[in-house]
């Protein structure tokens, strides 16, 4: 209420917090510029226009990952794999986070919401059209991200090789039609 009369600004390390201040300035109307600092390899304090990946919508987190592919395309089109494996598994572990806030915002329609205050009840009537076909895209999508994503040590014997860049992007590309589908569903 007192940044619709004067300027307020608010740094905070709470990620929860700021989800409630852009909450609460959307539920006012209140006009809301979110910039965040990040650290890159030896350097911190970087200023980025907008919120921090882990408050992104699924919208947002679209975008932000198309520019990740970008950040990539050079190395994998250079055949510079040492520069290239990393990022597409970077990419994979973000991508498999995108498909949870999708289960949250969109297959569960906003029902619950992590760092959410409440679990909304009056938003589950829209959840009896899921289809079998839902749990399955979200399953099969989730799993593959699961296999490339860092934080899985493979065994040697699998020798799996990481997704080139067309992959990549038909795997962002079936996260983008997934979204798509669910939202026009929801608007019928």
């Keep these: 209420e007192e940044s619709k009369e004067r300027q307020v600004i608010v740094f905070t390390h709470d990620a929860v917090f700021l989800m409630a201040l852009m909450e609460s300035a959307g539920r006012l109307e209140a006009p809301i510029t979110v910039t965040h600092l990040e650290r890159r390899s030896d350097v911190t304090g ?15 987190r679209i975008g932000y990952l198309k520019k990740r592919l970008g950040d990539a395309k050079p ?20 991508l498999r986070e995108a498909w949870e806030r999708g289960v949250e ?25 899921l289809e079998d076909s839902d749990i399955a895209t979200v399953d099969t999508a989730m799993s593959k991200c699961s296999t490339f994503m860092r934080g899985h040590d493979d065994a ?33």
Excluded: C
């Excluded at 980025?48 to 919208?59: E, I, Q, S, Y």
């Excluded at 510079?80 to 990022?87: D, G, H, R």
């Design 105 to 129: 915002e969109l297959l569960l329609n906003g029902v619950v919401i992590r760092f959410g205050r409440a679990v909304q009840t009056s938003r589950l009537k829209p959840l009896t059209d």
């Design 156 to 188: 040697a014997e699998i020798n799996e090789p990481v997704p080139d860049l067309p992959e990549l992007e038909a795997d962002l590309l079936a996260f983008e039609d997934w979204v798509k589908s669910m939202r026009s569903r929801k608007r019928s």
């Design 46 to 60: 970087i200023v980025v226009d907008g919120a921090p990946w882990m408050t992104m919508r699924v919208k947002e």
């Design 75 to 94: 190395h994998s089109n250079a055949g510079n794999t040492l520069v290239y494996e990393p990022l597409a598994r970077d990419f994979y572990g973000l």
